[in-house]
C-alpha cells in the first residue's frame, strides 16, 4: 500500500486557491513529487516542468482533513445490522414492536438492532423489557443506543448475559429498575456482558464494509482517521484481528491512528508496544472517566435536571483512573481519557497529573470535555493535555443536552474558544456515527453553535474560520505526532490534499456546511473524485 501511494511523478496542480494551513496565506500552484508538496507559487511565477498537470479550475484546496475521533468499526457494523435510526426506522414504540415481531418470523437467534435513540421515538423515551417481551419473548432481543453506551434488551437477553431480577448493579454500569426490578435498559458497564454474546457478520463482510466507510470518509475530505476505541463495539481481540487483517490484504485508502481500549496490563499480556507507524500508528491507549450527557451517565458534580438523584457515573474508582493512566504513559502510551460531565473532567485531569510525558512531544489527551467545573480550565491548560471536541454534538443533540443539564450550563457546554484563548490544543473530530462525519458540518457547528431547534449554546465559545479549519488539521495532526507529514500542505508535508467549491475563508458557515469535495488526493495520488 504504501509502495503505490509514492509515485516519483512530478504532479502540478495550477489555477487554484490552495491553504497550505490556517493562517489564510494563500498559494495558486502546488508541485507534487514523491508523494510529498515540492514547491508553492503564487500568480504570475514562472511554473516548474511538471509529468502531469491537473487544472483545478479556480477551486480551493485544502489540507486533507483528519477525523482524530471517530468510529469505523462501528459504522461498519451499522452497515451490517439492522438500523433503528434511518428514515425507514421506527417512528413510535408501537411501530419498533411490529417490526420486532416481523423480523422474529425469520431465522436465527439473536435480534439486534443499532441507533435506538428516545429523540426519534414519538414517546420520547426507550422502550422497556417488559413491553419487548410482548413483541418476541422467545428470541433475545438486544437495541443499542446510537450513543453506544447503553441497550435495551428483553427478559431472555438478561437472562442469557447472566442476569437475575435481583443482580445489582455491575461496577460503572447501570441497570434501570422499575418498583426495583430490572426495566431493560442498561447503561454503561452494565450493557457489556451482552456484546461478546451478539452474532458478528462475518470478516469479509466486515472488512468489505470497511472499504465503503472509508470510502465514504473520503468523498467527505476525511484522508486520516483515528478509530477511538479499538475493542469498544465488539470486543478488543475481533476488532483487532480485523483491523490487522484489513492492513494486511492492502488497498485500505486511509492513513490511520488507533486507540485501543485496553489498560496497559492488558496491552502488555497481549505483546503490544505503541507503534508509531506513520500511516497506521497504534500509540494510545482509551480510558473512560465517565459516561455520556445523551444517556445521563456523564459524572455531573451537581444532578441532572430531570431527576434529583441522578448525577451520572464514574466507569471506576479515581485511585483505579490515576493508577492506569499512570503506568500507560510509564510504558510510552499516549493516554486519551474519555470524559464529560465537570466531575468525570476532574477525575481525567488529576489522573494526567500522574501521567509522564511522551519522549516524542506527542500530548495526551482529553475525549469529549462537556463541562469545566470551576478552575479546572487552569489545571487543564497545566496538563498540556489536547482536547478532542465534537463540534456537532451540538448541532445534532444540543436541545437534548440542555433540557438534560439547565441553561446555566447549557452555556459553557463542550468550551471552544475559552480553551484556544487559554493555549489548550483543541482538536476538532467527529465521534461519527454519533456526531457528523463532515469535517465540514463540524466546522459549521463550531462557528454556529447551533441547536436543532435553533438555540445557540455558549455564543462566545464560537471559533472563527481559521480557529475551525486549524482544530480539524494543524492540531488533529499534532495530537497524532503526525504535524511534520500532515494537517498542512507546506513544502515537505505529504501531498495529502483536497479540492473544494467552497472557501472556508470567505464562506458563511452555512455555506461551509455544504461544502462539495470535488477531488481527493492522498500522497499525490488521487483517490476519489466527485
Ligand atoms: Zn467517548
Ligand atoms: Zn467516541
Known amino acids: 500500500m504504501p509502495e503505490a501511494r509514492n509515485p516519483t511523478g512530478r504532479v502540478l496542480l495550477r489555477n487554484a486557491r490552495i491553504y497550505p494551513d490556517a493562517s489564510g496565506a494563500h498559494a495558486t500552484a502546488l508541485l507534487m513529487e514523491g508523494g ?10 514562472a511554473l516548474p516542468p511538471a509529468d502531469e498537470v491537473i487544472d483545478a479550475g479556480g477551486a480551493t484546496v485544502l489540507p486533507s482533513f483528519i477525523d482524530a475521533h471517530a468510529h469505523l468499526w462501528w459504522m461498519a457494523m451499522d452497515r451490517l445490522v439492522w438500523q433503528l435510526s434511518g428514515p425507514q426506522a421506527p417512528a413510535s414504540i408501537p411501530e419498533l414492536l411490529d417490526a420486532l415481531r416481523e423480523r422474529a418470523r425469520g431465522d436465527g437467534d439473536w435480534l439486534v438492532g443499532h441507533g435506538l435513540s428516545e429523540a426519534r421515538l414519538a414517546e420520547r423515551r426507550l422502550p422497556t423489557r417488559a413491553e419487548i417481551d410482548r413483541a418476541v419473548a422467545d428470541r433475545p432481543v438486544v437495541l443499542r443506543r446510537v450513543c453506544g ?44 456482558p451482552l456484546y461478546p454474546l451478539l452474532p458478528r457478520p462475518a470478516a469479509d463482510e466486515l472488512a468489505s464494509a470497511l472499504h465503503a466507510v472509508a470510502r465514504h470518509a473520503l468523498s467527505l475530505g476525511v484522508g486520516t482517521v483515528v478509530e477511538a476505541a479499538v475493542g469498544f463495539t465488539a470486543g478488543f481481540e475481533a476488532e483487532w484481528d480485523l483491523w490487522c487483517r484489513v492492513r494486511d490484504q492492502g488497498g485500505f485508502p486511509l492513513r490511520m491512528g488507533f486507540m485501543f481500549a485496553i489498560g496497559a496490563t492488558e496491552a502488555a499480556l497481549r505483546g503490544l508496544r505503541p507503534s508509531l507507524d506513520p500511516r497506521w500508528r497504534a500509540a494510545t491507549l482509551k480510558c473512560f472517566s465517565d459516561g455520556t450527557l445523551g444517556s445521563q451517565t456523564a459524572a455531573l458534580h451537581q444532578p441532572y435536571c430531570a431527576c434529583a438523584q441522578r448525577k451520572g457515573l464514574l466507569m471506576g474508582s479515581p485511585a483505579a483512573l490515576r493508577h492506569g493512566v499512570s503506568v500507560a504513559a510509564a510504558a510510552g502510551w499516549q493516554v486519551a481519557i474519555h470524559a464529560i460531565g465537570d466531575h468525570g473532567v476532574d477525575e481525567a485531569l488529576d489522573a494526567l497529573r500522574t501521567a509522564a510525558p511522551l519522549a516524542d512531544g506527542r500530548p495526551h489527551r482529553v475525549e469529549h470535555l462537556g463541562l469545566l467545573s470551576d478552575g479546572a480550565l487552569d489545571r487543564l491548560a497545566a496538563t498540556g493535555a489536547a482536547v478532542a471536541t465534537q463540534p456537532s454534538f451540538i448541532g445534532r443533540m444540543g436541545d437534548g443536552f440542555a433540557a438534560a443539564l439547565g441553561p446555566e450550563r447549557a452555556q459553557r457546554l463542550y468550551p471552544a474558544r475559552s480553551l484556544v484563548e487559554r493555549g489548550v490544543r483543541l482538536v476538532g473530530s467527529s465521534d461519527a456515527p454519533a456526531g457528523d462525519f463532515s469535517p465540514f458540518a463540524s466546522m459549521a457547528d463550531a462557528r454556529e453553535r447551533r441547536t436543532p431547534s435553533g438555540a445557540v449554546l455558549g455564543a462566545r465559545e464560537r471559533l472563527d474560520a481559521a480557529e475551525a479549519l ?39 458557515a452555512a455555506a461551509v456546511r455544504r461544502t462539495r469535495v470535488l477531488r481527493h488526493v492522498l500522497g499525490g495520488r488521487t483517490v476519489w473524485t466527485a
Open 36 to 45: 510529498r508538496v515540492r514547491w508553492l507559487g503564487q500568480a504570475g511565477e
Open 149 to 192: 453506551h447503553a441497550a435495551v434488551a428483553n427478559t431472555e437477553a438478561l437472562r442469557r448475559a447472566g442476569y437475575r431480577e435481583d443482580s445489582p448493579d455491575p461496577p460503572g454500569g447501570l441497570l434501570e429498575r422499575e418498583d426495583g426490578v430490572p426495566n431493560g435498559i442498561m447503561r454503561e458497564a452494565a450493557a457489556v
Open 470 to 508: 486549524r482544530s480539524h488539521t494543524e492540531n488533529a495532526a499534532r495530537a497524532m505526532g503526525l504535524w511534520d507529514r500532515i494537517g498542512h500542505l507546506n513544502v515537505g508535508a505529504d501531498a495529502d490534499l483536497i479540492l473544494v467549491d467552497t472557501d472556508p475563508f470567505q464562506a458563511e
